[in-house]
């Protein structure tokens, strides 16, 4: 069994920033890949940002060039940098990881959600 915990959001004015962590925690898995999803009031869950085990990046388009995302592999543990936040971005945001477990499953994990609230 794999754990995903988030920790990093709150409530940021337009145009702030904001650095989300997702560490993973568990024995014996590896890593393929750590996203981050989010999800707002009425809308379906969307992809914001992913990275793989081998620093191949991904963005949704309403992002690039505002948020970053990076990992620490010794820490087991995905970071999204959040910068000129939008009204719009205002959702819980969902860390997701892609792992191998020690029987050698490819299993899909989520956190518990951080909201991000962006308001003035």
């Known amino acids: 069994q794999v754990q995903l915990v988030e920790s990093g959001g709150g409530l940021v004015q337009p145009g702030g920033s904001l650095r989300l962590s997702c560490a993973a925690s568990?024995?014996?898995?590896?890593?393929?890949?750590m996203g981050w999803y989010r999800q707002a009031p009425g809308k379906q869950r969307e992809l914001v940002a992913s990275?793989?085990?081998?620093?191949?990046?991904d963005y949704a388009e309403s992002v690039k060039d505002r948020f970053a995302i990076s990992r620490d592999s010794a820490k087991n543990t995905v970071y999204l940098e959040m910068n000129s936040l939008r009204p719009e971005d205002t959702a819980v945001y969902y860390c997701?990881?892609?792992?191998?477990?020690?029987?050698?499953?490819?299993?899909?994990?989520w956190g518990q959600g951080t909201q991000v609230t962006v308001s003035s």
């Open positions: 990275i793989t085990s081998g620093d191949r990046t």
């Open positions: 568990g024995s014996r898995f590896s890593i393929r890949a």
């Open positions: 997701n990881g892609a792992v191998i477990t020690g029987s050698g499953w490819l299993a899909n994990y």
